[in-house]
């Protein structure tokens, strides 16, 4: 008689239903037979403000290197955002872009792109697909207290409701996305694992955000950003054309240069900007929320894979390894690309030795993203956490002649944006090829002004908007 091989099923836990939680279950849920979101809070049933996304406030821009990896986690996924109302950009295609080197041109062959929605869009169309799996259930208004296990495995977690009850439960993974307020490191040490190193790398940066309703169709209009002089670090920000007809506007500086929530403060601070096409555009908008600030831009770093010993059946993921100053637009993109690199690890299954490698793959995409952000940040004489080196100031030195050079160079503009849109690590900028280019410099005279289409101009003529 032939026996029967037994069946075990696998149960994996989640815990936090953000954007990085429902990307976590998306990479689970075909490999695994149950998924458990612990979330704290209700979650939206459509586009709304999600609680404990503070950051939704403010631009969300979804880089290419994100967008494709969250199609390829989630089919069909960013159709569906563009047939919601968000729109894609084509980078440098569709960007009026005042670099601290100059004016960027509008390539017309565009390589590589950014989906331009609110993050209450983006969080609410993730999360619909997501929950639609019948493997995958929320429970909400609870919160993970502990960890179940030891040092060498994880089993479960133990669970706090909203009455006080306490509950355990078990799964053969647990994966953390709980974000800033994560809890790991102390859970962590509870198991005796204490070597954890992490980095806190703050530039004191403030950022400021408010929505308007646009004068002209938001479809295809281009993202105006505005940066400020290399030699006078002072105000930036821009306009990102989101759903509904709205520009989604946020500025930013570091301290001595801050925002303020005042809306009339507020305009005068988009008047500072090192040119005026955001304020002048803005004369012609409706104001339709408030204005929003937040303090929290700095960068923190847990770095899990160098522990000696991690535990089977744990991963870190998103915010909850490293949360990025937002200024840069890394955050959704890293939390996709490390959601994707576990879901092509576990086509093995949970081998022995798997959260060890799927934690040393979700900081791939990590490293990159930090060494953009920290980069720029360290070079603010504000930063606390860490001091440029020479070497910091070399590389920045570099960087900022291939942007240079990138005003009046396609392939360099093309380079630049694909490692700024995470889908190239930055030894892209080092070929031969980009290494030659940046000491020719540009090919073509730089623009001297924000470089609107024929199309456009006639767009806003006919709305009453006059630009100089």
């Not at 994996?12 to 279950?25: E, K, T």
């Not at 706090?160 to 994966?175: F, I, K, M, W």
């Not at 160098?306 to 991963?315: D, M, S």
């Not at 080196?389 to 694909?418: C, I, K, M, Q, W």
Request: aromatic fraction near 6%; charged fraction near 20%.
């Amino acid at each position: 008689m032939t026996e029967v091989p037994s069946y075990t099923s696998t149960h994996a836990i989640v815990i936090g239903g953000s954007l990085a939680g429902m990307l976590a279950a998306a990479a689970l849920k075909d490999r695994v037979d149950t998924i458990e979101i612990i979330e704290a809070h209700d979650l939206p049933l459509a586009a709304q403000a999600r609680t404990g996304v503070p950051q939704a406030a403010h631009i969300h821009p979804l880089l290419s290197g994100g967008a494709k990896a969250i199609d390829t986690l989630l089919p069909g996924t960013i159709e569906h955002l563009l047939d919601t109302g968000a729109n894609r950009v084509p980078v440098t295609t569709n960007m009026v872009y005042l670099s601290p080197e100059g004016w960027y041109r509008r390539w017309q062959r565009d390589t590589h792109y950014l989906i331009a929605a609110s993050r209450d869009l983006t969080d609410s169309v993730v999360r619909q697909r997501v929950l639609s799996d019948a493997r995958v259930k929320v429970r909400s208004r609870a919160r993970v207290i502990s960890l179940l296990g030891d040092a060498h495995r994880v089993t479960g977690v133990k669970i706090r409701t909203a009455d006080g009850s306490e509950h355990t439960e078990y799964g053969d993974l647990v994966v953390d996305a709980s974000g800033r307020s994560t809890r790991t490191p102390l859970w962590l040490a509870e198991l005796g694992i204490t070597d954890l190193v992490e980095d806190h790398i703050d530039s004191g940066m403030a950022y400021a955000s408010r929505v308007y309703r646009a004068p002209i169709p938001t479809a295809n209009w281009p993202l105006i950003n505005v940066l400020p002089d290399p030699a006078l670090p002072g105000p930036a920000g821009g306009i990102l054309p989101i759903e509904e007809d709205r520009w989604h506007v946020s500025v930013y500086g570091p301290p001595g240069s801050h925002p303020s929530r005042e809306p009339e403060d507020f305009e005068h601070y988009v008047r500072s900007l090192r040119h005026p096409v955001v304020s002048d555009l803005l004369k012609h908008a409706e104001p339709l929320t408030n204005v929003t600030i937040t303090h929290s831009t700095s960068n923190h770093r847990f770095y899990y894979e160098r522990l000696k010993a991690w535990p089977e059946g744990l991963i870190a993921l998103g915010d909850a390894v490293a949360a990025f100053n937002p200024i840069y637009g890394h955050g959704m993109s890293v939390a996709a690309q490390g959601a994707l690199a576990i879901r092509d690890l576990l086509t093995a299954g949970l081998f022995p030795g798997f959260a060890r490698q799927a934690q040393r793959a979700v900081s791939r995409p990590i490293n990159v993203a930090w060494s953009l952000a920290v980069g720029q940040d360290v070079l603010y004489p504000t930063t606390t956490g860490k001091r440029a080196t020479p070497a910091d100031r070399f590389l920045h030195g570099y960087v900022s002649r291939l942007s240079r050079t990138a005003t009046g160079n396609f392939r360099v503009a093309t380079a630049l944006t694909e490692v700024l849109t995470l889908e190239a690590p930055p030894t892209v900028l080092l070929r031969p090829d980009i290494l030659l280019a940046s000491i020719i410099g540009p090919l073509r005279p730089p623009h001297i002004g924000p470089g609107f289409t024929a199309q456009e101009h006639q767009l806003l003529k006919r709305a009453g908007v006059q630009l100089p």
